[in-house]
């Protein structure tokens, strides 16, 4: 269920158990640093899916360190994304002249903390989600997507993107959202970029959002 919420052109390889197997590249390892024992297994089975992903695309094993806000740093010639939580690991990669960028998030399929989503979302998009269904947690369904919208973002403008600088709207029947962007977007194809469209999936425990900007 959650593998459809992307393109056949973009490989996606997902666990929900540590993959502790694989050796970092010393790139790899600067980029963690000496975090928690928790971190480090979060960044370990990402990069072993990763590795997994751009195997399955065709390309060498590589090292995946990370930018200045953490962006994981693809091989030439690639886009992807990487997301990690308590319940799911994944990072899904593609060919850079079939996508220029993608953003995946997954989040534990529970409502956010209390204060959380007056901090993340409009009183628009709060009034959107009231009428959830019971048993949905539209509440992080929103929270994850505007969190794959910032990954999908970020190498297409290299700055920052807040919650509210994007306005969101769920469909319940389609299993798809549509962020407009309220800030100036980046160029893309001559034109400036003015929104996101992208699919969610609930599976049992588990929130998955997905964004791809085509090439």
């Known amino acids: 269920m959650i593998d459809d919420a992307l393109p056949p052109s973009v490989v996606m390889v997902r666990t929900d158990a540590d993959l502790l197997d694989v050796p970092l590249f010393p790139e790899e390892e600067s980029a963690l640093g000496r975090p928690v024992e928790k971190r480090r297994r979060e960044f370990v089975t990402a990069r072993a ?28 010639g690639v886009v992807g994304s990487i997301t990690h ?19 995946i998030d997954a989040e534990v399929h529970d409502s956010l903390p209390d204060g959380v989503l007056r901090l993340v979302a409009s009183p ?33 403008a290299r700055r920052w993107l807040g919650f509210d600088d ?13 962020a407009r962007l309220l800030v100036p977007g980046p160029q893309v194809d001559g034109g400036q970029l003015t929104g996101f469209d992208g699919r969610w999936r609930v599976d049992g425990d588990v929130v998955f959002c997905a964004v791809v900007v085509a090439a």
């Open 85 to 103: 939580c308590r319940v799911l690991r994944a990072c899904a990669v593609a060919r850079a002249e079939e996508m220029r960028s993608i953003g």
């Open 166 to 178: 994007v306005d969101l709207s769920l469909s319940l029947d389609e299993r798809t959202f549509h």
């Open 124 to 156: 628009d998009e709060q009034a959107r989600i009231r009428e959830a269904p019971d048993g949905l947690c539209l509440d992080r369904v929103l929270f994850s997507a505007k969190e794959a919208i910032y990954k999908a973002w970020y190498p297409l």
């Open 49 to 76: 899916c990763a590795r997994r992903a751009l195997e399955q695309l065709g390309v060498e094993p590589a090292p995946i360190a990370s930018g200045p806000r953490g962006e994981p740093l693809w091989p030439a």
